[in-house]
């Protein structure tokens, strides 16, 4: 039997870093539970509406914060508040795909586009590696607006 996973982030600001990661992954913030959000509504404010009548005080509703893949074939990913930050590098990183199929400066020139896009989102590039073949295709190395590092491949 196979297991689910979820990918959770530690996180100084959970709203901010999974809008940050929606945007990358064209996920989307799942609705409040028992709330049918009607096309075009803002799901923060049908949060602030859910977490105020359930009596959550307002300093104690950025804790955390959710994704899902509207095909629902990834995996889910919370982001959830910490007080402390990251203090070293990451031991299991996300390579987001952006290039499969593609090879040499065709690969390399849509990483680069993609690379782009999300350092106009917020992220740092971080290294590019060309490619080895036959061992590496290439990649780009990033960092989400919070430092975590992860690939573009």
């Keep these: 039997m196979s297991r689910m996973v979820q990918i959770t982030f530690d ?3 959970p709203q901010a870093l999974s809008t940050f990661w929606a945007e990358v992954l064209d996920y989307v913030h799942p609705a409040p539970p028992g709330v049918k959000l009607q096309p075009g509504e803002d799901i923060w404010s049908a949060w602030d509406e859910f977490l105020e009548t359930s009596g959550v005080p307002e300093d104690q509703r950025n804790r955390a914060s959710a994704l899902v893949d509207p095909e629902d074939k990834g995996p889910r990913l919370f982001f959830q508040k910490v007080p402390e930050g990251k203090t070293a590098k990451n031991r299991v990183h996300l390579d987001v795909r952006t290039a499969s199929g593609l ?12 690379c782009d896009r999300l350092v106009s989102l917020g992220a740092t590039r971080l290294e590019r590696h060309e490619p080895q073949p036959p061992m590496s295709t290439g990649f780009i190395i990033m960092a989400d607006p919070e430092g975590n590092e992860f690939c573009l491949d």
């Design 103 to 114: 090879h040499d400066e065709e690969r390399m020139a849509a990483l680069e586009k993609e």
């Design 11 to 13: 996180a100084h600001d």
